[in-house]
């Protein structure tokens, strides 16, 4: 076994070995988080929000480097903020999304952070973004963290377009289910969004409630 | 409303005692000078004209355009120096590119003008440099937003419009706007008003020879500004031209109407023939001088 004096961790990156998730449906999108925060073996916060608002409507999901996740998004938070009363209307997902893919790009050598950006706006709906290294991709559902290796084929096989907002919920739910299970840096309760033309909803659910399988 | 502003009028950054600031109002008048532009904002787009003077027979056609591209879905129509003018599109262009640049999307029209009509305004406060000698306009269509027209001026003031006109015929040109439904126009029968409008305020006297620059954005051309197509404006100067022709036919008769008024120094008082007030003493010259006025436009 491991010779540990108990103080590695104070040293190491805070990282949040994460599973993220975001879908999309029909008039919105929805989004979802596990809440745990590692420093190498260590849980060092076991209820973080990983779903950051960057506007009304439009969150992304944090993974990577705690403090380069957090930072780039509280960055964007602020650059909307000023952009919609520039442009006075609410900003657009994209605009989001181009915004964070600016700084994830210019800086990839600097930093160690994925953010997925999602949310709506009345042009084009619910959209989800991919800003892995720097790229721009718009995608049906967009998976991060250390946890999403795990879940890639289940995700391949169970997602479908024209689903509900409470479908989305229950995909979005059983993925993250399934990958906390898993992956050893995902963990605690499960966070979950839900934007559409209405409003935004944030719920979580707590680990003894969320979905089992069959070896649970 | 003109007056002199002597003593108060060197300088941008000097107001006059009645609260005026003379360098801005003289950039205005240099806009006056100008030839005329015009755009309407119809249902499902917007169409520029430019009645753009030719000085000179040496140059080559097409030249010195004044409706500029900013971006793939913004057009912009100048009057006033075209080389301040010039140098505001280059402006415009790099706020547009920069926006693209920072939130991956088309600028929003009234977001560009905003910036760019900024941008001016800074040049009206400082007595180092002196305002921007020109006004344009600028118009764009968007599938989700519609079309859209806004208007900047050397004061640095930027205002949305259905329809505007700027230059030295913008008055006549406002009227004969105004006569327009265009809330219920589509682009291709605003096209044909259009180059009418700028044949009706182009004055065949003091100036000769002009070439009508159209060109318009819309849902006809996708959201993307270009200039009109040939067929397209043959059949818009055609029908201006002859628009122009049947109201020559019709002011022949006004015109007789307009001599007797001009012979006089008062109006004749109602039933009163023209001749009992010694309508022919008048040299033949003035008479000419007179028909020529009514024909041109002021």
Known sequence: MLQETGTEWLSQEVKTGTTIIAVEFDGGVVLGSDSRVSAGASVVNRVMNKLSPLHDKIYCALSGSAADAQTIAEVVHYQLDVHSIEIDEDPQVRSAATLVRNISYKYKEELSAHLIVAGWDRRDGGQVFATLSGLLTRQPFAVGGSGSSHVYGFVDAEFRGGMSKEECQQFVVNTLSLAINRDGSSGGVAYIVSIDEHGTEEKVVLGNDLPTFFDQ | MSSIGTGYDLSASTFSPDGRVFQVEYAMKAVENSSTAIAIRCKDGVVFGVEKLVLSKLYEQGSNKRIFNIDRHVGMAVAGLLADARSLSEVARDEASSFRSSYGHDIPLKHLSDRVAMYVHAYTLYSAVRPFGCS????????????????????????????????????????????????????????????????????????????????????????????IPEEVRQEAEKYAKDSLEEEDDSDEDNMRWHVSQRLHSTAPAAGESPTERGAFRDKPQGTMLSLQFNHGIV
């Open chain 2, 136 to 227: 344009f306009i600028l118009g764009s269509y968007d599938k989700d937003d519609g079309p859209q027209l806004y208007m900047v001026d050397p004061s640095g003031i930027s205002h949305g419009y259905w329809g505007c006109a700027i230059g030295k015929a913008k008055q006549a040109a406002k009227t004969e706007i105004e006569k327009l439904q265009m809330k219920e126009m589509t682009c291709r029968e605003l096209v044909k008003e259009v180059a009418k409008i700028i044949y009706i305020v182009h004055d065949e006297v003091k100036d000769k020879a002009f070439e009508l620059e159209l060109s318009w954005v819309g849902e006809v051309t996708n959201g993307r500004h270009q200039l």
